[in-house]
């Protein structure tokens, strides 16, 4: 018999009967028929899996599964066309259940087969891009330019399909305890020319100003999974459409808008993902960077870093020594634990050169308990054992050791610990268990951080929003640089899943932030300064991005796993080819024309035009 | 007492106790308490209403209702510049609940009060732009500027709230049904510019084509609450941005389309406005054009056209006789009601001028049952009492006759049909029931029609995607002009408010139709002609306008009373000031820049601020 792969999901068949109480030409799906269902007449729709040689019997598969379909030889003859790997065909028949012998390699197509009445091809099937079969081998950028047939493997339906589910169970739940679903500032906003000469619309990147604005409007409470745009051509894996669960409330504070938030995620987290254990727990932000050296811990796994000042104070290595001796400054390690005796050699090895520039010394205990490091010699004994205690590091473990100012060593052994966790699983250990989803909040952010290219002034660490911590408010006025923030992350397994706020809901204060502290132009916000001073309640709210927590749930490498339609790494839509050029004729109807950037020179329609087909 | 008026929606209190099991401050809403609350402690969150010349007590507003909350004037003393007309403030206050007696005037206060203990004040609230109590008499354009306060009007509160739960029940029908909810063709389309030289996104107009490709990729089944753009700033009291409930299935019908509409809008239908009697009515669009002169008809009240052909070929009235002998000419006429009495000599005089441009004929029929008419003299008694008889016409009625080709006299007679219901309404006489819901398909339009400028040419009725009626599909390699689509029209009291079809699933279909027929580039579209010869199933969808839904079934004049932020009718956001004037530096990011035109002369920030504050 010719064997179609079961990968390759192709044709389409449909078979009919009388019975038609759905709403469609089906009776019911490949993968419902069960016994109880023999006897009945039934009608199929599917795509043709496997057509035997001589079309004794076909395997027929649809969204839910598959069933088997013989074909009673005397009365219907399948169209001669409809045979080969590609050539295939809906079919139209109508037919019975019938009882089977039931092969231990087919459970997943039922107990039962079915007798084909009559077959109806509804369409054929061309040659098609790349066999489906193969193709997770295919390039990123065919699987993007054939977005439809890459929708047919079955780990994106199942992505898609449990998107789908997760955002019913949250609107389930948020619509019970919020009662509102509805509806700039700033860069990253893609702007949309008008008939207006020289305006232009911005496209939301999040809903912020309205959102505040509707509570405002005493609309109390809202909630809405919005589509939000950004532009970030250049960030790898950002998708310049996305989409976010967000969430304001009015008479409400900090824990108010955690606890709705871990009850929605109990509620609407998939039951075979395991339960959530609630409260998620909750480190401030001096204490994330202090035991991970980064604000969004992935808390999956150990290896913290530990402060070894009070070690090295009182020893002699200089380097050492002088770090420990400044304001601001330590010496900072992070141990390597057991498991990492299969991988030492190569972290000794390949990655010393990294290490080296990084002023990273290197410590491996032995599993006698005596190290093997450059430090050895400078060590006394109780230095050693010191070390060893502080660190917990027992033998086969390995210790990072680094000195520096606390504010560059810090991410620095935060990036080297994942750095190392993805060492280690590349070599074949389980550092961090897969299946296990750790969330965390993260609190008591700074309000305010130096600009990067003039430290001298500050800039908002998330927006201009975002309410002082009620024990700050008068720092506000004095000392800025020293106000906590009432931000709150959520992280999930390290990566940052959610965050928000308690507002501003003071004309004055929010007036102050912007002028006084952020030195910047009030007029732009005055319509939201003008909202605050007609009676603005407290409020806060929180943004949860959907597409990363679905991505992190299902195990996908990428959030192009769980969203339809996505856009490339370089933002560009290979199946569509958005975004295309426009004709002079369009652009001049918004008074605009390109400039084409001297490289280029005109609309050569090649140019910049890496990812294409 | 100084009494601040009912509409003066404006500052805001809180009431504080020790419990606190709900997520926001408050433990109640004002709306909420009643008798059975006598004696509990309770806390709650809202603006002052009104507060009493001693500040012996203060009524309380938040969205779900008011309350009476008496202050004790020995424990508490209410901040001084919280009184006035526009001072006002939130306060905070545990309290007591306390039966007190029911004016009939507060029915809605409920028949509770509430004894403050303690009060907090958490904003003032500065002088409003405008007195809510006037703001119906505000122009549009200051409700759009301060859309937030306008938003705290009851009316729209009810309009976003009952919008928001229709959409929460479609979900909950289409979730039950459907299982998939997920995410450019042609003009009126927002470009959005890119990073890359003289590329462009677009802004969707809808997701046809994506929902296409979802079922070429096996999805089976989807759903979405679209948020779709259209470029159309020119005609009033259409939005840039709207929102439809956008639906495709595979293996499925028109019949089974439109039946999945009636039960998602009979489950999703807001109890109190009465039952929806199924199946919807159905009419062809040849019926709707031959009996309402339009392919939307209002079929709430009658003044059916009427065809005249047999009377006028047996008189000899000139112009009406020559008409009847032409091929696809005829002499229509429309019979305005007994009702139209009052409204006779409005219509026979102001309107006489108008009409008589249109060349329609008035036959007023007398009460006495003789004629008042130019024509009277002109017909016979048996003319007469032909006209009457298929008129149908009563003492007290009015007739509009015309004469000319179908094509022209249809639509005038039509739109004549709609000015006359409009006229008798404002001089006070009911013709449309604004209480009832008469939901309408149209189906069997034409699939193709001649382009207006070039008649000799066909283009879409609808779009380059639908599918010929299949008995009409040889009809399309000859005839064309006469093949009718399988799409279809949900009209409901003479507006469109939804509109789909089956669509086409043979990519040489699909090839031949774009190619041959509406000679357009196939290349445009090659990745679509690809999708359906990879296997495509048949396949059928609709969208329906949720803006429109709604402000129809809240009796809303215009759909800016259903959408929390909307537009102006110039396509404007008067509160955040978009369209807005974008920097140069952001335009030469995106390879952009404006060209003035000649009478504006350049970046003029006052010119085309029509609409502007």
Not at 26 to 34: M, P
Not at 372 to 393: E, F, H, I, N, Q
Not at 545 to 567: E, H, Q
Not at 598 to 611: F, M, N, S, V, W
Request: net charge neutral; proline share 7%.
């Amino acid at each position: 018999t010719h064997i179609m792969h079961l990968s390759n999901f192709l044709p389409c068949y449909l078979f009919r009967s009388g019975s038609s109480s759905s709403l469609s030409f089906r009776s019911h799906t490949c993968g419902q028929l069960r016994s109880e269902h023999i006897g009945e007449k039934v009608t199929l729709c599917g795509w043709v899996q496997y057509l035997s040689r001589q079309d004794l019997f076909v395997i027929l598969r649809d969204f839910s599964g598959l069933t088997q379909v013989l074909i009673p030889q005397q009365e219907v003859s399948v169209p001669h066309d409809s045979r080969g790997s590609h050539q295939t065909h809906f079919i139209q028949l109508p037919w019975r259940v019938k009882r089977r012998p039931l092969p231990s390699s087919m459970k997943s197509r039922g107990d039962v087969e079915v007798l084909a009445e009559d077959v109806e091809v509804f369409n054929v099937c061309q040659k098609l891009p790349f066999e489906i079969k193969d193709f997770v081998k295919k390039s990123e950028s065919l699987r993007m330019q054939f977005r439809y047939l890459d929708l047919r493997s079955s780990s994106l339906q199942k992505n898609l399909r449990l998107r789908s589910q997760l955002v019913m169970r949250m609107r389930e739940y948020l619509s019970r305890l919020l009662i509102f679903p509805t509806p700039r500032l700033g860069a990253k906003e893609f702007v949309v020319p008008s008939r207006d000469p020289g305006r232009f619309y911005s496209l939301p990147q999040s809903p912020q100003q309205f959102k505040q604005l509707l509570m405002v409007a005493g609309i109390d409470r809202y909630f809405q999974i919005a589509r939000c745009y950004r532009d970030e051509g250049s960030k790898p894996d950002r998708q310049p459409e996305f989409t976010q669960v967000d969430i304001e409330m009015s008479f409400v504070d900090q824990a108010g808008i955690m606890s709705l938030v871990e009850g929605l995620l109990e509620y609407s987290w998939p039951a075979e993902k395991g339960p959530l254990p609630l409260p998620f727990p909750c480190v401030t932000y001096e204490e994330a960077m202090r035991d991970y050296g980064v604000d969004k811990p992935d808390t999956r796994f150990g290896m913290k870093l530990t402060d070894l000042r009070d070690v090295f104070l009182s020893t002699d290595i200089g380097f050492f020594k002088s770090a420990v001796s400044k304001a601001g400054s330590s010496v900072l390690a992070i141990c390597v634990p057991r498991g990492a005796v299969r991988a030492n050699f190569f972290l000794l090895g390949e990655q010393d050169h990294f290490l080296f520039l990084l002023e990273v010394s290197l410590v491996l205990v032995r599993e006698d308990g005596t190290l093997k490091s450059p430090l050895k010699k400078l060590l006394s004994g109780p230095a050693t054992d010191a070390v060893l205690r502080k660190t917990a590091a027992e033998p086969g473990d390995l210790l990072l050791i680094a000195a520096g100012p606390i504010e560059v060593l810090r991410p620095m052994l935060g990036s080297l610990r994942l750095q190392c966790a993805e060492l280690l699983e590349s070599h074949g250990l389980t550092v961090r268990d897969s299946s296990a989803f750790h969330f965390l909040w993260v609190v008591d952010f700074p309000l305010f951080l130096p600009k990067k290219d003039e430290p001298e002034q500050l800039e908002s660490a998330h927006h201009p929003f975002t309410a002082p911590a009620p024990e700050d408010t008068a720092l506000l006025y004095t000392q800025p640089e020293k106000v906590r923030g009432q931000h709150y992350d959520l992280v999930l397994n390290g990566c940052e899943i959610g965050g928000g706020s308690v507002r501003i809901h003071k004309a004055s204060e929010q007036l102050h932030v912007l002028k006084n502290i952020l030195k910047e132009d009030p007029t732009v916000l005055s319509h939201l300064l003008e909202a605050l001073d007609s009676g603005a309640p407290p409020h806060a709210g929180i943004a949860l991005g959907l597409d990363r927590l679905v991505s992190i749930m299902v195990g996908a490498s990428s959030i192009r796993d769980v969203i339809a339609f996505p856009k490339s790494f370089r933002g560009h839509d290979l199946m569509s080819r958005a975004p295309d050029f426009v004709s002079d004729e369009e652009l001049k109807s918004y008074h605009i024309s390109v400039k084409w950037p001297a490289e280029t020179g005109g609309p050569d329609r090649k140019c910049g035009d890496l990812e294409q087909r």
